[in-house]
């Protein structure tokens, strides 16, 4: 009836009274929507508002881009890149090719990634959006009420707010860890001298990518993990192989090693971890931190204004990516759940749009479909559930795999290492979780991405035209093994019987 209508939207009157509450709205705005933070998030929030034609400032306080552009994405695979191709040249008399000696320079290895970044950088520049029709702001924001933030001493209104600040390298509060010059993600790459022993601390994909990248170029490397397997999200199976994999390469892998101090002792440095009840002394020239991530929700008013961090340490957003403010919005690693670049410009879409039409229609977010990639050697891909989850979470399922090491194309290109394993619904194709290891995983992963994303099962993928020869192709192989298993044995008899009866 009308009354629980009426009585709904009583209700949210009061409680956005309650919200804003000594807090007075202005008549006119500057802008339709402010974004704080210029990296994924808020570039593709900034971009969204734009194209559809609403009045949008964009407030960054140091380099356009964000962490993916200047310390993270980009810079990293331009490093693995060249990690990559020293390993190629060790690998050389399995290509028919002999006397190959790759000499480099590091700080040129380092140069070439800052040049990498400096040809990225255009993408995600002033210039382009300005030109876009953003009004781009160089300096310190500080959110100074519901519709107000302030920059470097100006003040500006907004009907709308998203705030997209972003994460920052965690530092564990390890015992005289500010006795030394230590390395995060942030200052890596100023890098210009090659750590001889080197600790990478920490199992997840950032520490499993330098760790590589870092031996190949010539570091010996101890990487150290609290939990008992290093990639934990993954499958233990996937979390063994990699650790075989890095034990081939010279790496020395301390999984259920705890850092609690690190030790100046005669100019030399030392970590001290806890392993089993004892003491584990580490040498090391240079130890690199990567234990994890942030959210930046300090420093810039949220907490003076009373925005709402939930226990993870992220702003706490509503389905819409509302805070408890219903205009300010938030999106990207300030929010999470996932610290990926793909899915802050994912969540982006969503707070736009919520941010300037909600008024007409509302988008709840839809994680469903989160795909990621390790970008070790060979890389780990993943969308949907694991083996794991789907015991831990009481989910039945059907496996089916398919090794890369069969693969025409792998075996050619010397890359003939990993498998796909698809999961799905018990009797049926339909596809709840891929998990793939192996050279371009991470390509690979796209068409279960779609195929999730659209409800489409392993039969349209196996009815697909895939190139041959071409790495592709694994993927309508596992389909292929997974019709097999699924062969209607009756009918394949009496087809049979019909051959027979044919022959005479």
Not at 44 to 49: G, H, K, L, N, R
Not at 325 to 350: E, K, L, M, R
Not at 387 to 408: H, K, N, V
Request: net charge neutral; with cysteine; aromatic share 8%.
């Amino acid at each position: 009836g009308v009354f629980p209508l009426i009585a709904k939207r009583l209700l949210t009157v009061l409680k956005l009274r309650k919200v804003y509450a000594g807090h007075r709205k202005p008549r006119h705005f500057d802008y339709n929507l402010l974004v704080v933070g210029a990296g994924s998030a808020g570039l593709v929030s900034a971009y969204i508002a734009a194209a559809v034609k609403a009045k949008v400032a964009l407030v960054e306080k140091h380099k356009m881009g964000g962490d993916c552009l200047n310390t993270g994405c980009v810079p990293s695979k331009a490093l693995l890149r060249s990690a990559k191709m020293i390993s190629y040249a060790s690998r050389s008399q399995e290509f028919g090719l002999h006397g190959v000696d790759v000499q480099f320079d590091f700080a040129e290895v380092m140069e070439r990634v800052q040049r990498v970044v400096s040809t990225v950088e255009p993408h995600d520049s002033i210039e382009r959006y300005k030109g876009l029709g953003v009004d781009v702001l160089t300096g310190t924001a500080r959110v100074t009420g519901p519709w107000t933030v302030e920059v470097d001493g100006n003040e500006l209104s907004a009907r709308n707010i998203i705030i997209a600040t972003g994460a920052s390298p965690y530092v564990p509060p390890i015992k005289g860890i500010e006795q030394i010059d230590y390395l995060t993600s942030d200052n890596l790459w100023a890098l210009r001298e090659l750590p001889q022993k080197l600790i990478v601390l920490g199992g997840g994909p950032i520490g499993c990518e330098m760790t590589q990248a870092f031996a190949r170029l010539g570091s010996r490397v101890v990487q150290i993990e609290m939990g008992d397997r290093i990639v934990p999200r993954e499958d233990p199976e996937v979390s063994d192989y990699l650790v075989e994999t890095f034990e081939r390469e010279g790496i020395r892998v301390l999984t259920g090693h705890l850092a609690r101090e690190v030790r100046l002792e005669s100019g030399r440095q030392w970590l001290v971890c806890e392993h089993l009840g004892r003491q584990v002394k580490i040498e090391f020239d240079r130890l690199l931190v990567a234990v994890g991530r942030k959210a930046n929700t300090e420093g810039f008013g949220l907490e003076e204004l009373g925005v709402q961090i939930d226990s993870r340490g992220t702003v706490a957003v509503d389905a819409l990516l509302r805070t408890n403010f219903p205009n300010i919005y938030c999106a990207g690693d300030v929010v999470g759940p996932y610290q990926f670049t793909h899915t802050a410009a994912h969540q982006a879409w969503y707070a736009t749009v919520n941010a300037l039409f909600g008024q007409f229609k509302t988008f709840k977010v839809d994680y469903r479909v989160i795909p990621w990639c390790t970008f070790t050697d060979a890389e780990i891909a993943r969308v949907g559930l694991n083996e794991s989850e789907a015991l831990a979470q009481g989910i039945p399922f059907e496996e089916t795999r398919f090794g890369i090491d069969d693969l025409d194309r792998a075996i050619a290109d010397g890359e003939a290492q990993g498998w796909i394993k698809v999961l799905t619904r018990p009797g049926s194709d339909k596809i709840l979780g891929v998990t793939i290891v192996g050279h371009h995983a991470g390509d690979l992963l796209a068409e279960y991405v779609l195929a999730m994303k659209y409800n489409l099962g392993l039969n349209k993928i196996l009815g697909t035209i895939h190139t041959y020869p071409t790495l592709a192709e694994s993927n309508k192989m596992v389909a292929g093994e997974w019709k097999k298993a699924h062969a209607p044995q009756k009918l394949l008899e009496w087809v049979s019987a019909y051959h027979r009866w044919r022959r005479g």
